[in-house]
């Protein structure tokens, strides 16, 4: 009977590794090539001029602070139908999904009008240089229209998860991405005749990629048979106050989000305050790291999905067990950042700019960054795992605790204590690790809950 017992949960926990990889692995697919072509778009602009990668790091962060916004808003939805897909629940994955793709554009468009026509003052209370903030306004101008396409991208993502069915989301990154880094290179640096246009060209290049691949991913979203998916008629006659309801629980993960990239707002603004070239050197940092994210994040997508349907349920063993199976993948991101910033620091960063001064004084930054993924990663997935039973109001919190605490790190390390740029990574640092441990605690009292 004890033998029997163990084969059974040996094979629920492989059920549980394979689904996770069923939806994580497109997913990865899918960001990783997003993540490549925004690496290939920092190698563009900083060979064809180094403060173009502070113009990037000044001009992507606030406008992603926005656009994650748009982004999160259906996680509230995509929560709601997998609960309800776990408890076979029809008619409310049609009327969540159906108001989904009706209602979700609204602030998207509102955000659009916003960045390009208003975008000045907020690059001024950045502290933006009056040399940067001319190109910031124009990267954000031209990057703008892709708002525009949000709302309908995200809530399309949200049907694709929650059927389990992500392999489209890969080859609409490929082409998006590949067209991306075709239109960047021939306007960044005027090839075939076109204007040289800097970081204008790359902000043109990433819109009329989107918009082009846009017309795939809308052609394969309403041909393939997708399990949440709902008919016309339902997106029709779809409620107002069934998003509203959805709007409820995914405005948390959404400001929450706001608040994280608030913060990081608020490190470009210290970053600023220490030289020119800092914010391109974070910037720099940042993306590389953002490449483990994607997995990570990934993975997280995922547990948020099956924890969801675990929720509905009802399943206490395979609430837990999608929570292990997620994070111990993670380690296998951890070890390879580890390992990469540790051998091979000088490599990396020479990709992305010829500065020896940069190169030699930003290596110690990826070992950083390699081991602040243990507890960024445990975050990343705990925190899906407690919105996946319902609760989305924990990791907001707990942002807003975040966003303070390390603003407040940031600026002891680097004008108390006079640690650089080195006390902006610090602070990241000391914020995960604090926030892994009380996500945790709260994660295990969800268990105990759920247990009962």
Same mark, same amino acid.
């Given at each position: ?22 939806i ?18 920092k ?18 962060f ?31 994955i ?54 525009l ?5 995200s ?12 392999? +489209? #989301? $890969? !080859? ?7 067209? *991306?880094?075709? /239109?960047?290179?021939? %306007?960044?640096?005027? &090839? ?11 902000a ?20 393939r +048979? #997708? $399990? !949440? ?7 029709? *006659?779809?409620? /107002?106050?069934?998003? %509203?309801n959805?709007? &409820? ?36 940092i940042f ?31 395979r ?25 091979f ?13 940069i ?8 070992l ?85």
């Amino acid at each position: 009977m004890k033998t029997q017992h163990l084969e059974e949960i040996k094979a629920k926990y492989g059920s549980c590794f394979r689904q996770l990889l069923l939806i994580s692995v497109p997913l990865i697919l899918s960001q990783l090539i997003n993540q490549l072509q925004m690496v290939i778009d920092k190698i563009f602009l900083g060979h064809a001029d180094s403060l173009y990668m502070s113009v990037l790091g000044n001009a992507t962060f606030p406008m992603w602070t926005t656009m994650s916004f748009c982004l999160s808003i259906g996680t509230g939805a995509s929560i709601l139908i997998s609960q309800s897909v776990g408890a076979n629940n029809r008619k409310n994955i049609a009327d969540y999904a159906g108001s989904l793709i009706k209602y979700n554009n609204i602030i998207p468009f509102a955000l659009f009008i916003f960045w390009c026509f208003f975008s000045s003052p907020v690059f001024k209370i950045m502290g933006v240089s009056e040399n940067l903030l001319p190109l910031c306004v124009d990267y954000a101008q031209f990057y703008s229209p892709v708002f525009l396409l949000s709302g309908f991208g995200s809530s399309f993502i949200v049907i694709f998860q929650t059927s389990n069915y992500t392999k +489209p #989301l $890969a !080859t609409y990154s490929l082409i998006r991405s590949g067209l *991306n880094v075709l /239109f960047d290179w021939v %306007l960044i640096f005027g &090839k075939f005749g076109f204007p040289v246009l800097g970081v204008k060209g790359a902000a043109l290049g990433t819109t009329l990629a989107e918009f082009i691949a846009a017309v795939y991913f809308t052609y394969v979203f309403f041909k393939r +048979p #997708l $399990a !949440t998916r709902p008919n016309f008629s339902t997106i029709r *006659n779809s409620r /107002f106050k069934s998003y %509203l309801n959805s709007a &409820k629980l995914g405005v948390n993960t959404a400001l929450e989000g706001v608040l994280w990239n608030c913060g990081n707002l608020a490190l470009i603004r210290i970053l600023n305050s220490i030289n020119e070239l800092a914010a391109g050197i974070y910037s720099i940092i940042f993306g590389i790291e953002v490449l483990a994210v994607v997995f990570v994040g990934s993975l997280g997508s995922a547990a948020l999905t099956l924890t969801s349907e675990a929720t509905g349920k009802q399943d206490f063993f395979r609430y837990k067990s999608v929570f292990r199976c997620a994070y111990s993948l993670c380690f296998v991101v951890i070890a390879f950042m580890i390992v990469s910033g540790y051998f091979f620091p000088n490599q990396i960063l020479s990709v992305f700019t010829k500065d020896e001064a940069i190169i030699e004084s930003s290596s110690i930054f990826l070992l950083i960054i390699g081991f602040n993924m243990i507890s960024k990663s445990g975050n990343m997935i705990i925190g899906n795992c407690i919105r996946g039973s319902g609760d989305t109001q924990w990791m907001f919190f707990t942002q807003i605790f975040g966003t303070v605490f390390i603003i407040g790190m940031a600026c002891l390390f680097v004008y108390k204590l006079n640690f650089g740029i080195a006390g902006v990574f610090f602070a990241v640092m000391t914020d995960e690790i604090v926030r892994f441990i009380i996500n945790y605690i709260r994660y295990r009292k969800i268990c105990a809950t759920f247990g009962k």
